[in-house]
């Protein structure tokens, strides 16, 4: 009896891994599991539960799985073992909790690795990916994605449906053109070998993510390609209909949109009732019936949707919904609830990195009537600027059409700007160039900004730039949060009234209280003390502070803006920084370059640096020697970035006594690279254009030519790029 068991219980085993899981449930309930030895019943329910999750059933699966990871624990066979939490950890996913999820995942990991079942460890990265993407963490879900493709390649598999997958979580986050280039990839690699069921997938997602960039003809005939493999995949059904509903309401086909949905949503309701495809669909009807201004049944199938994503924490859907609400808010005339909807779908699409989604939502909001001009360009500018990143053709013509509505706004500054001090914001590079614009497009918002960057790249600069081009009467006020004793900071923040503590002998503002109707500058904010992030959290959700020893709150006016050159998602797997603060400081996130990729404004850098040394330096007839300077300092790598680049400028000012020519062979002399090394870096740096490296040198085209022959240089010798 044991034995026959224990074939039958193997053969299901293979049944599994063809995907028969009603044949391997109905095997299942023909054997007497009271009757089988502890391990066969441990092996019972590890074949019941994966046959249900494959299905995205989770009834009667945490028992089973428990009492298996019981009977494996301390049995030689770790492979069952590491099965069971691997399950567990897929069970957590289904049912949306995905932080014991990830731990159970984890813990199959260490197991697999252990007795070196390395397709097993493949197979657990690749689940892991998911419930990481549903957690906004997008860069380690490719990251395992790709290390698991890597393991069954090594193996001599082709890892095609992992392929697949890792093209899918490009597209889920938004990333549609890295997407859709593995996907025509992965086509043209295409054939039976791969199974009928990953070909229709691939079609599916192909067709969908062609259908998000306009690009609608080579969408249908995608749709065209599932033809002949639907009707043997049932969930892969639904998905086709669901993809081919959104792809009718995108084109304006409402009545087919419609028609396609709602045999999704039939197909969906069989499977399982409260999986992700059915809060997608229902989520899709409401999008269907706010495009056909029919918001009652908006209203219906969206809260259907909202009750099934959220007993599973599908994000993506609940964000969709929370959009949905807002449109419907907005049209029943509620201004107040509709922005806090659209602020909450914002705020969670930009938690979970879903930038497709956070940028049709933006364009919803700003093309929404809810927003004042400032407000409203700003929010429509960073939809914009995704859109044209991933080239989305209809939602850039839409945008345009909202953008053209503001053109009587005035872009630049409202104050004096960039020259605080003798410092100016430089910006001759393409990289700079946008930088700049993009900050002064947001700054008339009140939107919280973050800026990140090495030390040294300007953040502080930057962040008063952004506050003179806004509207704001008040002052810019700065925060070195390094510069302030962990004890004095929070007083420092918000003030405290007289008697509050010893040596509190009267009131004093706080800078919060200092900055209202201005700007409030945190900078380093990724070295606050965690006691502090707490209280800095507050005042940012609630708009107000109180000042220590005081019972009165103070209603703020203020715009923050913070600054770090820390890894803030480092810090914050460390624990070491909050999340809610970060996602609540980064409404807009400004990534300042590295000297090393803005060469192109170093000489501007140099002769600003020169004439602003107040050494009373005049340019006089002293441009060209001032540009060849400029290109010669631009060679070496500054680690300290502008900062480093203006105190050797002002060294060789100081030993040269102001004279260019004595600073160039100061440098000349000083410098590790030899004229052969400088020619072959500046050639490389202008894709070897002899004119413009001759100008960048202060020399003739012909000496350049020269040059090259001397050296005998190439063009593939670009070991010192």
Same mark, same amino acid.
Not at 89 to 108: N, Q, R, V
Not at 279 to 303: C, M, N, P, V
Not at 336 to 342: D, I, K, L, N, P
Not at 669 to 689: G, K, M
């Given at each position: 009896m044991k034995q026959t068991t224990l074939v039958q219980l193997s053969k299901l085993e293979e049944l599994l891994r063809d995907r028969q899981y009603d044949k391997v449930l109905d095997a299942l309930a023909s054997i007497d599991r009271s009757t089988l030895p502890r391990k066969d019943c441990g092996l019972w329910n590890l074949l019941f539960s994966e $046959?249900?999750?494959?299905?995205?059933?989770?009834?009667?699966?945490?028992?089973?799985?428990?009492?298996?990871?019981?009977? %494996?624990?301390?049995?030689?066979?770790?492979?069952?073992?590491?099965?069971?939490?691997?399950?567990?950890?897929?069970?957590?996913?289904?049912?949306?909790?995905?932080?014991?999820?990830?731990? $159970?995942? =984890?813990?199959?990991?260490?197991?697999?690795?252990?007795?070196?079942?390395?397709?097993?460890? $493949?197979? =657990?990265?690749?689940?892991l990916a998911y419930s990481q993407l549903q957690l906004g963490q997008m860069d380690v879900a490719i990251r395992n994605v790709k290390s698991a493709i890597a393991i069954w390649q090594d193996l001599g598999d082709t890892a095609y449906s992992y392929m697949i997958n890792l093209a899918s979580l490009q597209f889920r986050a938004g990333f549609l053109t890295d997407s859709i280039a593995s996907y025509l990839r992965l086509i043209s690699?295409?054939?039976?070998?791969?199974?009928?069921?990953?070909?229709?997938?691939? %079609?599916?997602?192909?067709?969908?993510?062609?259908?998000? =960039?306009g690009e609608v003809a080579r969408a249908r005939k995608m749709f065209a390609k599932c033809q002949p493999y639907l009707g043997t995949f049932q969930r892969e059904d639904g998905t086709y209909y669901e993809f081919l509903g959104m792809a009718e309401i995108a084109t304006g086909n409402y009545t087919a949109a419609e028609k396609a949905l709602s045999k999704g949503l039939e197909i969906s309701l069989?499977?399982?009732?409260?999986? @992700?495809?059915? @809060?997608?669909?229902?989520?899709? %009807?409401?999008?269907?019936?706010?495009?056909?201004?029919?918001?009652?049944?908006?209203?219906?199938?969206?809260?259907?949707?909202?009750?099934?994503?959220?007993?599973?924490?599908?994000?993506?859907?609940? $964000?969709?919904?929370?959009?949905? %609400?807002?449109?419907?808010?907005?049209?029943?005339?509620?201004?107040?609830?509709?922005?806090?909807?659209?602020?909450?779908?914002?705020?969670?699409?930009?938690l979970i990195g879903s930038n497709y989604e956070l940028a049709v939502t933006r364009y919803s909001a700003g093309a929404s009537g809810l927003y004042h001009n400032g407000e409203r360009y700003a929010i429509l500018y960073l939809a914009r600027e995704y859109f044209e990143s991933e080239d989305v053709k209809p939602y850039i013509e839409k945008t345009d059409t909202e953008l053209r509505k503001n053109k009587h706004l005035e872009h630049g500054p409202r104050k004096s700007v960039g020259n605080h001090n003798g410092q100016a914001i430089i910006a001759l590079s393409p990289v700079m160039k946008k930088l700049i614009e993009k900050a002064k497009s947001i700054a008339e918002s009140d939107m919280t900004v973050l800026l990140t960057g090495e030390t040294g790249t300007g953040k502080n600069l930057l962040a008063r730039h952004i506050h003179d081009c806004s509207d704001r009467q008040g002052e810019f006020i700065t925060v070195e949060c390094t510069g302030i004793p962990e004890a004095l900071l929070e007083s420092e923040l918000f003030g405290y009234e007289k008697g509050a503590f010893t040596g509190a002998d009267s009131r004093k503002q706080g800078r919060f209280?200092?900055?209202?109707?201005?700007?409030?500058?945190?900078?380093?904010?990724?070295?606050?003390?965690?006691?502090?992030?707490?209280?800095?959290?507050?005042a940012l959700e609630d708009r107000k502070v109180m000042r220590l020893g005081s019972v009165k709150e103070i209603l703020l006016d203020i715009r923050i803006i913070a600054a770090t050159n820390r890894d803030l998602h480092q810090r914050m797997k460390e624990n070491l920084f909050r999340s809610d603060l970060y996602y609540r400081l980064n409404n807009i996130l400004i990534d300042l370059p590295p000297l090393s990729e803005r060469v192109e404004d170093i000489p501007a850098m140099v002769e600003h640096f020169l004439t602003n040394s107040g050494n009373g330096f005049k340019v006089?007839?002293?441009?060209?020697?001032?540009?060849?300077?400029?290109?010669?300092?631009?060679?070496?790598?500054?680690?300290?970035?502008?900062?480093?680049?203006?105190?050797?400028?002002?060294k060789l000012l100081f030993i040269s006594d102001g004279d260019v020519d004595r600073m160039?062979?100061?440098?000349?002399?000083?410098?590790?690279?030899?004229?052969?090394?400088?020619?072959?870096?500046?050639?490389?740096?202008?894709?070897?254009?002899?004119?413009? =490296?001759?100008r960048r040198l202060g020399v003739s085209e012909g000496t350049i030519r020269k040059r090259i022959r001397k050296y005998d240089l190439a063009q593939s010798n670009t070991d010192l790029a």
């Open positions: $046959a249900k999750l494959f299905k995205g059933l989770c009834g009667e699966v945490e028992g089973c799985l428990r009492e298996s990871i019981e009977i %494996f624990r301390h049995d030689p066979d770790t492979e069952k073992y590491a099965l069971g939490k691997f399950l567990l950890g897929w069970m957590y996913a289904l049912l949306g909790d995905h932080h014991p999820g990830i731990e $159970a995942y =984890t813990d199959a990991l260490a197991h697999y690795d252990r007795c070196g079942s390395r397709r097993s460890y $493949a197979r =657990t990265l690749n689940r690699d295409v054939d039976d070998k791969h199974g009928h069921r990953n070909t229709l997938i691939l %079609f599916e997602m192909v067709a969908v993510a062609f259908t998000q =960039t069989e499977i399982a009732p409260e999986s @992700s495809l059915v @809060s997608q669909i229902k989520r899709l %009807f409401g999008d269907l019936y706010i495009a056909t201004e029919q918001y009652d049944l908006a209203h219906q199938f969206a809260t259907e949707a909202l009750a099934v994503a959220g007993k599973i924490n599908e994000r993506v859907e609940i $964000a969709a919904c929370y959009r949905i %609400f807002a449109q419907i808010e907005n049209h029943r005339g509620n201004d107040s609830e509709a922005r806090e909807w659209f602020s909450k779908a914002i705020d969670l699409f930009r209280e200092l900055a209202q109707g201005g700007t409030l500058f945190l900078d380093e904010i990724g070295d606050i003390p965690g006691s502090t992030q707490v209280k800095l959290l507050r006089n007839g002293n441009g060209p020697a001032i540009e060849r300077l400029g290109v010669l300092l631009s060679i070496p790598d500054y680690g300290g970035n502008i900062r480093e680049l203006k105190n050797r400028v002002e160039i062979e100061l440098l000349l002399d000083d410098n590790v690279l030899s004229e052969r090394d400088w020619l072959l870096r500046i050639l490389d740096r202008t894709a070897w254009n002899r004119r413009e =490296t001759a």
